[in-house]
């Protein structure tokens, strides 16, 4: 086992923003014709006997659930503080706190925990460098009551609140990031970069964290944890009872895992209105050079709540893959939005082992949404495969009724179980309930070894 616990999958030896929104489907007399924007995924291999056997997920995330009750991790060394309000650098007690962040990381020690007072506002990102704990004890940044990080004053692109690179056992804990409003690209409230391993964050509130030309490209991101370089994987990261609220990421996301990064738990986060995607694993973009490393695997999305995701540049999809591998989602609350979840391949990788895909979306509730419960597939023919996706034992209440919608679409996608799911639809009884993009376009080599078994339609 791994010495984080909440990360229960077992392992086995062996540019600064994201431009990405999902699905959107149109259509002429008769033909459902797909229009996106965004980021995505891969390919697939071809199952020539025409026997679909149901995805295993690789036999690495059965049994992997662990201890997901709290994000607690050790930590038994000194408190420190640190105070927006003190006057002058002091020694990091309660009466004599550190002025500076800079200052202050530089006296933690493993078992350490740094007390934040007040509100900071930097000209530029708080940089949290060479920060070491232990797995006996971690190094931990926690804010005191009312404690906020701000961006106001932070007018430079691809500037996080608050960067941390070169970091291990490491908690963030109970602070504000806010008013980060100022700059086109690559703004927002967390950056996590490589190397980083066993990092939390855990009970933090994001807020009016704003791109200043959300339809012209402009992106911001709440968390995205960034695996940008080959030789340093970032793994074990849990993120977990953390709100997001009036956002405007544009064409990014509001909490984003995408390239080399793997072992993410994403638990009982809330997202509420914050204008495009809610939570996204990406892939195959090149933001890491070797591309069998380019895409975020086993992440665990569990009971996280995401309302009034919608873009005003694309159909948003609540909760979107789009590259990523060996992903379970499941026990999420969707709400009004445009459509809940979306496993999309927006990008064709150089091999098809890299493709979208081992992929589970059970026991997940979706509650009114016009475009669908569950776009599958690459949305053009030229780009990547989605395949071995299990879509079960989901409820769906309202949705799929936007004019020319369905409750589920599937594109460019192969070897998926679609099964034992609930549908209701008590105000739109004559809604299409599944579209099959490339069938209808007469090109059935684009979605191959669906099988539809067991569903209930309510109407």
Not at 79 to 97: K, N, R
Not at 297 to 314: E, F, G, L, M, Q
């Amino acid at each position: 086992m791994r010495d984080f616990q909440f990360l229960s999958f077992i392992k086995e030896s062996g540019k600064l923003f994201l431009k990405k929104n999902v699905l959107a489907f149109a259509i002429s007399a008769f033909l459902f014709v797909p229009l996106v924007t965004g980021c995505g995924a891969g390919g697939g291999g071809d199952d020539d006997d025409g026997e679909f056997t149901t995805p295993v997920l690789d036999g690495r995330l059965t049994g992997y659930m662990g201890d997901l009750s709290s994000p607690s991790v050790p930590c038994s060394g000194r408190t420190l503080y640190i105070s927006a309000s003190a006057s002058s650098e002091g020694s990091g007690t309660s009466s004599s706190p550190f002025k500076t962040f800079d200052v202050a990381t530089r006296a933690l020690q493993p078992g350490d925990t740094l007390v934040v007072q007040g509100t900071f506002t930097n000209p530029e990102r708080i940089k949290l460098t060479s920060i070491h704990g232990n797995a006996s004890n971690y190094i931990t940044i926690k804010g005191a009551s009312g404690a906020e990080l701000s961006g106001a004053n932070i007018t430079a692109n691809n500037n996080k609140i608050l960067k941390i690179e070169d970091c291990s056992y490491l908690k963030i804990e109970g602070l504000t990031f806010k008013d980060h409003v100022n700059t086109k690209n690559g703004g927002g409230g967390i950056g996590v970069y490589p190397p980083a391993n066993h990092i939390v964050i855990d009970n933090c509130n994001f807020t009016n964290l704003k791109t200043t030309e959300p339809t012209n490209h402009g992106t911001t991101n709440g968390i995205i944890v960034y695996g940008n370089s080959t030789s340093s994987t970032i793994h074990d990261v849990f993120i977990s009872n953390n709100s997001f609220s009036n956002m405007a990421t544009g064409w990014a996301e509001c909490l984003t895992v995408t390239a080399n990064v793997e072992y993410v738990n994403l638990i009982h986060n809330t997202i509420d209105t914050t204008g495009n995607i809610g939570i996204d694993v990406g892939g195959n973009y090149g933001y890491c050079d070797d591309p069998s490393k380019d895409f975020a695997r086993y992440i665990y999305i569990y009971d996280n709540t995401v309302k009034n995701c919608v873009s005003p540049n694309a159909t948003a999809g609540s909760i979107y893959c789009d590259g990523g591998q060996h992903i379970i989602i499941r026990n999420n609350h969707l709400y009004n939005g445009e459509t809940g979840f979306s496993t999309g391949a927006e990008q064709v990788p150089i091999s098809e082992n890299y493709s979208t895909g081992d992929i589970l979306i059970e026991g997940n509730y979706v509650e009114n949404f016009h475009h669908g419960v569950w776009h599958c597939g690459g949305y053009q023919t030229n780009l990547g495969w989605v395949q071995n996706v299990r879509f079960t034992n989901n409820t769906g209440k309202n949705t799929g009724f936007g004019r020319h919608q369905a409750v589920i679409v599937f594109n460019k996608c192969r070897n998926i179980d679609f099964s034992g799911n609930t549908f209701t639809n008590p105000d739109h009884s004559g809604v299409t309930k599944i579209y099959y993009t490339f069938l209808a376009q007469h090109q059935p080599d684009y979605t191959q070894n669906v099988i539809d078994q067991n569903n209930s339609w309510g109407w």
